[in-house]
């Protein structure tokens, strides 16, 4: 039997271990894990698309079981034309699962051949989302708990280029 392609998509502005911890989840379970890029026109990312995929890519350099990539529009459009059967959602705590649960039954209305599956990470990064750390970083909190460093890197030369700019 074929294992299915996965994918992952979220903001990842910027990618925490916490979204680092779900895609090594994945990767156990599935022989390829595409982390998506999303584009949502409804917020106002601090990285660009470009800088999100690098850092992704940077954080995943050399695993062949992870590829990254960006889109817009709907998700099971992007996982029909990339082949993919699984959507991977990440839950920190019950308050993501009402609303990931109704976009999973949305997508499943969409596109019955397309499964959602719930990964949990691991306990130490239920608390933690992408937010949290880009205030904790605007603030001049250490990040390093939170981020790779090659993230923290980037996170600081981004704010410090926001703050010489003001």
């Given at each position: ?10 903001s ?26 999303a ?12 800088e ?115």
């Open positions: 039997m074929k294992r299915p392609i996965a994918v992952y998509p979220g990842f502005d910027p990618v925490t271990f916490g979204h680092i911890d779900v895609v090594n989840r994945a990767t156990e379970l599935f022989p390829k894990v595409i982390v998506l890029v584009r949502n026109p409804s917020k106002s990312p601090l990285f660009s698309d470009k999100r995929v690098e850092m992704i890519k940077e954080v995943f350099n050399g695993n062949k079981k992870v590829g990254v990539d960006v889109f817009d529009g709907l998700l099971v459009s992007y996982a029909k034309r990339k082949n993919a059967s699984v959507l991977v959602r990440g839950l920190r705590a019950v308050s993501d699962f009402e609303f990931e649960f109704q976009m999973a039954l949305m997508n499943r209305k969409l596109d019955p051949s397309i499964d959602t599956v719930f990964l949990m990470p691991h306990a130490r990064y239920t608390y933690l989302n992408s937010t949290i750390v880009r205030e904790v970083a605007r603030l001049g909190g250490d990040v390093s708990g939170f981020v790779p460093p090659t993230v923290r890197r980037r996170l600081q030369e981004k704010l410090n280029l926001r703050n010489n700019s003001k």
